[in-house]
């Protein structure tokens, strides 16, 4: 697909599946905002809700337009016991019987669910074509690293749905729910997440993990590669979820 001079703001590109779907839309002839939390020129804590429309007006100044965007962009918290425990935080689960942590609810779901909205809303009036929002397929059986992960990520069929009805027909909106993926995020996990990574691959009917860069092909088919699908949420996860 050539998308040349199409313009593309995907959130959360400093690495993982982010990176990867700017590289391919790039190498696609995009021309695209990599945004990342820190450092850059679109550099932004989607937590704050001033963010996403100072994002969305930052990529429109730079490229005078935005023709598509990825919603991609997600907090996966720790549970802050076991952080302070010394526990590896990026792997250790926050569950709801381990206490109710407002702040980092607030936080999980401004990044996961409220950026999304503000960002779809905030581009469409500057030639927005098409929306591809990032959840995960473990939401669907109520699973997750977090409860709060679970609740922002399972929402996000809801949130395609609704931006698909209200944005059409100027606008399609669809959402892609991936399994697990080899990321560099998987890989920080260590030995004691390995278990789990084994239990997945044993289930999965493709015998394998996804690669970063086949859930980015995926993406760029539905922002480009058919202009007559929008409300849809597509699993990618090997067959995980049969």
Do not use: C
């Not at 990599?34 to 809700?49: K, V």
């Not at 023709?67 to 997600?74: I, K, R």
């Not at 098409?130 to 397929?137: C, E, K, L, Q, T």
């Not at 004691?192 to 970063?212: W, Y």
């Amino acid at each position: 697909m050539d998308l040349k001079d199409r313009v593309t703001l995907v959130t959360g590109s400093a690495r993982g599946l982010g990176r990867a779907t700017a590289e391919v839309l790039a190498r696609a002839g995009a021309r695209v905002g990599a945004h990342r939390r820190e450092d850059g020129e679109f550099a932004g804590d989607l937590s704050r809700p001033e963010t996403a429309e100072a994002l969305v007006a930052r990529v429109v100044a730079r490229f005078g337009r935005m023709d598509y965007l990825v919603n991609n962009a997600a907090l996966t918290p720790a549970n802050p016991l076991r952080r302070a425990a010394g526990a590896a935080a990026s792997f250790q689960r926050a569950d709801a019987e381990q206490g109710f942590d407002a702040a980092l609810f607030d936080q999980t779901m401004a990044v996961n669910l409220r950026a999304p909205l503000q960002l779809a809303l905030a581009a469409a009036p500057h030639g927005l074509q098409a929306v591809v929002n990032v959840g995960s397929g473990s939401t669907e059986r109520g699973d997750g690293s977090s409860v709060y992960f679970v609740l922002s990520k399972g929402a996000i069929p809801t949130l395609t749905r609704y931006l698909a009805r209200r944005l059409a027909p100027a606008v399609r909106v669809n959402a892609l729910m991936p399994g697990l993926f080899a990321t560099e995020q998987l890989a920080g996990r260590g030995e004691s997440f390995q278990p789990l990574q084994e239990e997945v691959i044993r289930r999965t009917p493709m015998g394998r993990l996804g690669k970063p860069e086949e859930a980015a092909e995926v993406i760029l088919y539905l922002l480009a590669g058919n202009r007559f699908i929008t409300g849809e949420v597509l699993s990618l996860d090997g067959g995980w979820h049969l």
